[in-house]
């Protein structure tokens, strides 16, 4: 969806017709919004729920984009193995360099058509918005060391094994720890 009568490339969510914007003057703004159910921002990424919004301002080196988008993406847990849909989100604010041949990052570029493709800027994004050992819920008990249940679905009454008296010891740092 999107405001304001401006209309999105109908073939990717993502890829913004900003060649309007060009030929305005400086200081003129333009915001688009997102609310996607479903969105393949990559090969290999896709999200749901993408919501949000982005705005436009020209100045007078290109495009100045400024906005906030929210996307889920469906991913297991480290501890349970169980998926669960994790929140991500997509801090914009970058100056998009017209014409691009005085850009010094591609990914930073209005090319010369004027359809700004934020796919690729959007998955390094989101990507860095990954956690480094998604948890379902913080309290995620993990799976069980004998059998393999997921101890947050059921309880496991296994006994503890003997340990060794040899690394008695080993184990009495463990319970102080």
């Known amino acids: 969806m999107l405001s304001c009568g401006v209309i999105l490339n109908m073939r990717h969510p993502l890829v913004l017709n900003v060649g309007f914007l060009l030929h305005q003057g400086v200081g003129y703004t333009r915001e688009f919004d997102f609310d ?6 990559g090969d290999d990424l896709d999200v749901a729920d993408l919501q949000g919004s982005l705005r436009f301002t020209r100045t007078a080196q290109g495009l100045y984009a400024q ?11 480290v501890r349970c193995l ?8 997509l801090g914009l604010s970058d100056l998009f360099v017209y014409p691009s041949t005085q850009a010094t990052d591609s990914l930073l570029a209005v090319p010369e058509t004027g359809i700004l493709d934020l796919r690729p800027l959007a998955r390094e994004h989101l990507l860095l918005d990954f956690p480094i050992q998604p948890l379902c819920r913080p309290s995620c008990q993990g799976l069980c ?8 679905e059921s309880r496991c009454d ?16 463990l319970r102080d720890a």
């Not at 060391?145 to 947050?152: A, L």
Request: overall charge negative.
């Open 67 to 77: 906005g906030r988008l929210q996307a889920k993406v469906t991913i297991e847990c």
């Open 145 to 152: 060391v004998v059998c393999g249940e997921n101890r947050n």
């Open 82 to 89: 169980a998926e669960f849909s994790q929140s991500l989100a």
């Open 36 to 41: 996607h159910a479903a969105v393949q921002v």
């Open 158 to 173: 296994h006994h503890e094994d003997q340990v060794d008296p040899r690394l008695a010891a080993l184990q009495s740092l």
